[in-house]
C-alpha cells in the first residue's frame, strides 16, 4: 500500500515583483513539537474482571493540531503510559501491548488534522483483586507528548460477594444439648453464580479465619471449620442462600461465640458481616441465669462476676418508619456505675415475632470509667428478603472474654419495616424457607464441601468495539461458572431461567395501623429491552479433539447495555460444558451484533447431542432479559481410532534384593554400603537421539506470561501423580523403575484423570558412572526412559523429568544432595536435553529440593541456588541452576524449565528475585508442599507462593500429607487450582497402605491407599 508522507515545513511565500514565490523551510524539532495536539474523544466502560482474565479495550483521541498522525511513520502516535510508569506491566496487566509503557498506536493508517485516532488494545486484570488506574497519554515518540489523557479504570475482581440477610436467634441450651437446626441467609451480590458441588463456585459458610477450637459444638459439619455448605442447587447474582447447621452445647456452663463468614474455599473469603451465634449453656434452657464463671487466669482489669453492679442500656432509633432498601440509624447508650474494662457490647435487631436476628453489631474490648455514658450508632441498611413488620432492637453486654452476661435490654426500641416503594431496591423477596427457623426434622448437611479450583475469566468487550471474550481455561462442566439453570418445558424467548426469581408477588405483612406513609407518585415503569437471537453453528457434528465454532446473533428492539451469554451443554446434563460471555455490550434500537465462539471439543468429550443455550442480561447478571433454551444442536461423534503403541519391554531384574524407597518428603536417604568407586569415563557417552513421538492428541507446552499454555493458546494446569523408582532401583542394583511400565500401567494413571507423571531420574545410572550396575544403567537406563515418556505422551500424559539423586565426583549417586554437582550435572542435563529437545510434551526439572546453606532461606542459600561454586553447607563444587539452564538451552532444547526452589523447593520467597535467566522466557516455578514443611498453611501460601504465581506459572511437582489428613491436601490443592498452579502428588508406589508411606495405590493396577482416595476423589471433578 502507498503511504502518504507528511511534510512538516514552514510556508514561507516571498513577492518578487509580479511573481510570487513559495519555499518550504523544514521546522526545527521544538516546533515541531507545537504541530501535534490531541484531544480525548470517547473511552469505552471500565472492565471489571477476574483476576487473570483479559479485555479488550477502546480509547480515541481527535487530533487537534496541525500535523497528520502516520503510522509507521516519523510521525506515529502512540498510546503511552503517562511518565513512562512501568508498574503495570510488571503486574502483566499489558498483552501484546508495544512495550511495557507503549499500549498502542492507531488503528487508522493516517489520522489527518481533525480526524480520530483509535487505540485498542488489551489488558489483563491483576492476580491480586483490586481496582488499578493506569494513566494514558498520547506521544509522538521522539517529538512531545500530547496534550489530555485517559485514565482506564480496571477492576480486577474474583466475582464472589456477599451480604447477610438474617440469622436465627442465638441458642440456649442445657450441657450437651444438641440445638434445633440453625440458619444464616445470605445474599449474593456478587456477579457470580453460587452452584453446589461445582468446583470453584460452591459457598459454605465458614469459622471465620478458620478457627477450629469451636469443633467441638459442630454436630455433621462438612470439616472442622466449615458449618455449612449453601443449601440451593445454585444461587445466582441477587439470589439468596440459605445455610443450615447444628451445635452441641458442651458440658461446661457458659457463652461460646461461634464467628461465622460465606467462604468460596481455595478462592476466597466474601465480605464479614460480623455474623455470630452467641451459644449460651445453662441449668435452666427457658429461663438462662447468668453462669457462674469458669475458672481463668487473674486479669489486670477489673473481674466482672454476677455481684458486679450492672449496666444501664438503652437505645434509640431515628425512623419509626423504614422501608426495605431504606436505612435506620440506632444509637445505643450504656452507661457503667464502676470503672470496667474488656466489655463486649452489642446491638441487634430481631425480626417480627423474634425468631431471627437480621441485623447484629458487637463492639469489642470497650472500657468505662465509673459512672460514664457512652453512645454507640450503627445503620443498617435494610436488605431486600427480610419480612416486613416490626423489628425490636435489643441491646446486651458481655464481661471480658464473653465469661459473664452483664445485662440486656430486650426491647430497648422497635420500628416498622415496610415494603420498598419501587426507589429502594424494588419489592422485597420472600423468604427462603416459609419459617425462619427449620422444621426439626430439617437434616443437617454431612456431605464435605466440595474441593474449588480457579475462577474461570470472562472476556469483557467495549462499547461498539468486536466482542473479544477471554474463553475460560478449561471446557469442563465444573471449571466454569454457570449463570443461568436451563429453564424447563417447552423453549421459549419468554422463558426466565435467571437465577434470581424474577420478582413473584409476594404477601407482605400489613403495615401497623400507626404508619401513615406519605403518597408517592408512582414511577412510570421502565420497559424491559427486548432481544432476538439466532445461533448459526458451523458443523452439524464434530469428533473429540476437533473444534467447534458458532455465531450467536443478537438484535435489540431499544438502545441498552446488556451482556451476553452463550453455554454448551452435553446429552441430558443440567451443567455447562463450556461457556462464554461478552460483558458491557452497547446496542443501538434495532441493532443486530454477532457474537462468534469457538469450543475445542475435548477428547474426553461425550458422544451424543449438545445443546447451545444462549440468553441476554443486565449488566453484571442482574436481570435476565431473553434466554433460548436450545438455539442450536450439534453431534458430538465417536473420536476417529488410532493404533495402540506397543512400547518396547523393559527388562525385569531378577533376584534383586527388595527396595525400601523413601519419600523425598523425608530428606534423610536410606542408607547404603559405600561401593567401590569408578572413575568417570574420559569420553561422554553420545545421547540416544529421541524418537519422532505421536501426538496422542497431547499438545507441546510452552510458558506465555504466568501461565503454562499448549500450542493452541490454550491453559494447561498438571495434574499429575510421581514414579518415584527410577531414582533409586538402578542404583540399589534391582531394576530400573521399581514398578512396571506398560500401558495398563499407564492407563490405571489415566483414569484419576491425571495429565502429567513426574519421573525422577538418576545421574549415575544415566551416565553410567561410579559403579552403576551395568545391567541397568547407561543405553539401557536412557532407552526405558524414552520408552517411558513416548508411552505416557502417546497416552495423553505429560512427562516431568527431574535430577532426584547425584553425587559428585567418584561417590555413587545413592541419596540427596543439597545441591546438583558441577562435576556431573551439567553433563546429564546436556544428554538429558538433547534426547528430548524437540519434544515439548516433556518438562525439565534441573533438580529435586535444594537445601544449600544449612538448610536455611538465606541470601547465602539463594545465591548459591542460583550462581553455584562454593557454597555454605555444600561439600562440593555446585552446579547453579543458571548453569543448567544454560546448559539445557545450548542444546537447543525449548523445553519448559521448573525451577525448585531452597528448603527442599519449599521456599519460594526469593524465587523472583533470584530467577536465572532464560532466553527463551520458559522458566516455571517448581514447589514442594507437604503438611510437615514450613511453609504448610494458606497464610504462607498467599505471602510466598502467590506473589510468584502472579509472575510466572507454578508448578507444585511434589505434594503430600503422611497422616492422611484429607483437609489439609485438599486445603493445598484448593488453593492451587485457585492460582492455576500445577500439581503432582507423592507417589504412584506401592509401598504400604500406612498414610506414613505417602503412597497413593495400593497395586498399580490404581487401587488407592485412604491418602491416594483423597487424591483420586479430587481429580475427579477434572476431565
Not at 272 to 300: F, Q, Y
Request: contains cysteine; hydrophobic residues 40%.
Amino acid at each position: 500500500m502507498k503511504r502518504a508522507i507528511a511534510i512538516l515545513a514552514f510556508v514561507l511565500v516571498i513577492p518578487l515583483a509580479s511573481v510570487t514565490v513559495a519555499t518550504w523551510v523544514p521546522l526545527p524539532p521544538e516546533a515541531t513539537a507545537l504541530t501535534f495536539h490531541s484531544l480525548l474523544a470517547d473511552q469505552g466502560p471500565a472492565p471489571t474482571l477476574l483476576p487473570g482474565a483479559t479485555a479488550t479495550y477502546t480509547v480515541r483521541f481527535r487530533n487537534i493540531g496541525v500535523s497528520p498522525w502516520q503510522r509507521g511513520g516519523r510521525t506515529q502516535v502512540n498510546l503511552g503510559v503517562r511518565g513512562d510508569s512501568l508498574k503495570f506491566a510488571e503486574l502483566g496487566m499489558n498483552v501484546g501491548w508495544l512495550s511495557a509503557n507503549r499500549v498502542a498506536t492507531t488503528v487508522e493508517e493516517l489520522v489527518p488534522p481533525g480526524g480520530i485516532g483509535t487505540f485498542t488494545f488489551t489488558v489483563r486484570a491483576p492476580a491480586t483483586p483490586g481496582i488499578y488506574q493506569i494513566p494514558l497519554r498520547p506521544v509522538a515518540d521522539v517529538i512531545t507528548w500530547l496534550e489530555d489523557g485517559a485514565t482506564l479504570s480496571v477492576t480486577s475482581d474474583l466475582g464472589f460477594h456477599s451480604a447477610v440477610v438474617d440469622q436465627s436467634s442465638h441458642p440456649t441450651l442445657r450441657p450437651g444439648e444438641m440445638s434445633q437446626p440453625l440458619m444464616v441467609r445470605i445474599r449474593n451480590t456478587g456477579a457470580r453464580p453460587w452452584t453446589r458441588g461445582i468446583v470453584g463456585q460452591q459457598v459454605n459458610l465458614g469459622v471465620a479465619g478458620d478457627d477450629r477450637t469451636m469443633s467441638a459444638l459442630g454436630v455433621g459439619w462438612p470439616s472442622a471449620d466449615r458449618v455449612a455448605i449453601q443449601g440451593e442447587p445454585l444461587v445466582g447474582p441477587g439470589g439468596l442462600a440459605t445455610f443450615t447447621f447444628r451445635v452441641r452445647a458442651p458440658t461446661t456452663l457458659g457463652t461460646y461465640v461461634l464467628r461465622l463468614r460465606p467462604v468460596v474455599d481455595g478462592i476466597t473469603w466474601l465480605e464479614d458481616d460480623g455474623v455470630m451465634s452467641l451459644i449460651t449453656v445453662a441449668t435452666d434452657k427457658l429461663t438462662p441465669r447468668v453462669p457462674a464463671a469458669p475458672a481463668a487466669p487473674a486479669e489486670t482489669s477489673t473481674k466482672l462476676g454476677p455481684s458486679v453492679a450492672s449496666l444501664t442500656l438503652s437505645a434509640t432509633v431515628e425512623q419509626a418508619s423504614v422501608a426495605i432498601g431504606g436505612t435506620q440509624k440506632i444509637n445505643a447508650s450504656f452507661a457503667s456505675a464502676t470503672a470496667t474494662s474488656g466489655l463486649f457490647l452489642g446491638i441487634e435487631v430481631f425480626g417480627p415475632g423474634g425468631t431471627v436476628i437480621a441485623y447484629q453489631k458487637w463492639f469489642q474490648n470497650e472500657s468505662f470509667a465509673a459512672g460514664e455514658q457512652r453512645t454507640y450508632s450503627v445503620s443498617w441498611q435494610i436488605p431486600r428478603g427480610v419480612a416486613t413488620g416490626g423489628y425490636t432492637v435489643a441491646t446486651s453486654a458481655y464481661s471480658s472474654g464473653w465469661r459473664n452476661s452483664l445485662g440486656s435490654e430486650p426491647t430497648a426500641a422497635t420500628f416498622n419495616v415496610t415494603p420498598a416503594d419501587g426507589s429502594a431496591g424494588g419489592p422485597p423477596v420472600p423468604p427462603a424457607t416459609v419459617s425462619p427457623t427449620p422444621a426439626p426434622g430439617t437434616p443437617a448437611p454431612t456431605s464435605s464441601p466440595a474441593p474449588t479450583s480457579p475462577p474461570a475469566p470472562s472476556g469483557t468487550a467495549p462499547g461498539t468495539a468486536a466482542p473479544t471474550p477471554t474463553v475460560p481455561p478449561t471446557s469442563s462442566a465444573s471449571a466454569v461458572p454457570t449463570p443461568t439453570i436451563a429453564p424447563t418445558g417447552s423453549p421459549s424467548a419468554t422463558v426466565t431461567p435467571a437465577p434470581t426469581p424474577a420478582t413473584p408477588s409476594p404477601t407482605p405483612a400489613p403495615p401497623s395501623p400507626t404508619q401513615t406513609p406519605s403518597p408517592a407518585p408512582t414511577p412510570a415503569p421502565t420497559p424491559t429491552p427486548t432481544f432476538v437471537q439466532n445461533v448459526s453453528v458451523g458443523a452439524a457434528s464434530v469428533a473429540p479433539g476437533g473444534s467447534l465454532s458458532l455465531t450467536d446473533f443478537v438484535t435489540s428492539a431499544t438502545a441498552t447495555t446488556a451482556l451476553v451469554d452463550i453455554e454448551i451443554y452435553p446429552p441430558g446434563a443440567a451443567i455447562s460444558t463450556y461457556q462464554v460471555w461478552f460483558e458491557n455490550q452497547t446496542f443501538a434500537a434495532g441493532q443486530q451484533r454477532a457474537y462468534p465462539a469457538t469450543w475445542q471439543v475435548p477428547t474426553s468429550a461425550v458422544q451424543g447431542t449438545y445443546k447451545v443455550k444462549v440468553g441476554v442480561f443486565a449488566p453484571g447478571w442482574v436481570t435476565l432479559y431473553s434466554w433460548r433454551d436450545t438455539a442450536a444442536t450439534f453431534v458430538v461423534t465417536a473420536p476417529a481410532p488410532t493404533p495402540t503403541p506397543s512400547p518396547a519391554p523393559t527388562p525385569t531384574p531378577t533376584g534383586g534384593p527388595t527396595a525400601t524407597p523413601i519419600p523425598t518428603g523425608t530428606p534423610v536417604p536410606t542408607a547404603t554400603p559405600a561401593p567401590t568407586a569408578t572413575p568417570a569415563p574420559t569420553a561422554t557417552p553420545t545421547p540416544t537421539p529421541a524418537p519422532t513421538l505421536p501426538a496422542g492428541g497431547l499438545r507441546p507446552l510452552h510458558v506465555a506470561g504466568n501461565l503454562l499454555l499448549d500450542s493452541a493458546g490454550q491453559p494447561v494446569q498438571i495434574r499429575g501423580v510421581n514414579y518415584a523408582g527410577a531414582a533409586f532401583a538402578c542404583i540399589q542394583g534391582w531394576g530400573i523403575f521399581g514398578g512396571p511400565t506398560d500401558l495398563a500401567m499407564v492407563q490405571a494413571i489415566t483414569s484419576w484423570h491425571a495429565n502429567a507423571v513426574r519421573l525422577p531420574l538418576n545421574e549415575d545410572c544415566w551416565l553410567a558412572i561410579n559403579g552403576s550396575p551395568a545391567a541397568y544403567s547407561g543405553a539401557v537406563y536412557r532407552q526405558a526412559v524414552i520408552n517411558y515418556v513416548n508411552l505416557l505422551n502417546q497416552n495423553g500424559v505429560y512427562a516431568i523429568l527431574d535430577l532426584h539423586w547425584n553425587a559428585p565426583g567418584t561417590l555413587q549417586a545413592t541419596g540427596q544432595q543439597p545441591m546438583p554437582d558441577l562435576d556431573h550435572a551439567p553433563t546429564f542435563w546436556s544428554q538429558v536435553a538433547a534426547t528430548f529437545k524437540g519434544n515439548d510434551r516433556v518438562i525439565f526439572e534441573p533438580y529435586n529440593e535444594p537445601y544449600p546453606d544449612g538448610n536455611r532461606d538465606t541470601v547465602a542459600a539463594w545465591t548459591c541456588w542460583r550462581d553455584g561454586g562454593t557454597c555454605s553447607g555444600v561439600s562440593f563444587q555446585a552446579a547453579g541452576m543458571q548453569t543448567l539452564v544454560d546448559t539445557i538451552r545450548g542444546t537447543g532444547a525449548t523445553n519448559v524449565i521448573a525451577l525448585g526452589g531452597i528448603e527442599y523447593s519449599n521456599a519460594l520467597g526469593r524465587w523472583l528475585a533470584y530467577k536465572p535467566t532464560d532466553p527463551l522466557n520458559g522458566l516455571v516455578a517448581a514447589w514442594h508442599v507437604y503438611n510437615f514443611n514450613l511453609c504448610s498453611n494458606v497464610a504462607c501460601y498467599d505471602s510466598t507462593v502467590g506473589v510468584v504465581a502472579a509472575q510466572v506459572p507454578v508448578i507444585a511437582t511434589e505434594i503430600g500429607v503422611n497422616n492422611c489428613d484429607a483437609t489439609q491436601l485438599n486445603t493445598v490443592m484448593n488453593w492451587l487450582d485457585a492460582h492455576r498452579a500445577g500439581y503432582a502428588a507423592w507417589a504412584w508406589d506401592t509401598w504400604g497402605a500406612a498414610c506414613s508411606s505417602i503412597a497413593l495405590v495400593l497395586d498399580y493396577a490404581g487401587t488407592p491407599t485412604t491418602y491416594g482416595q483423597v487424591y483420586k476423589t479430587h481429580l475427579a471433578q477434572f476431565p
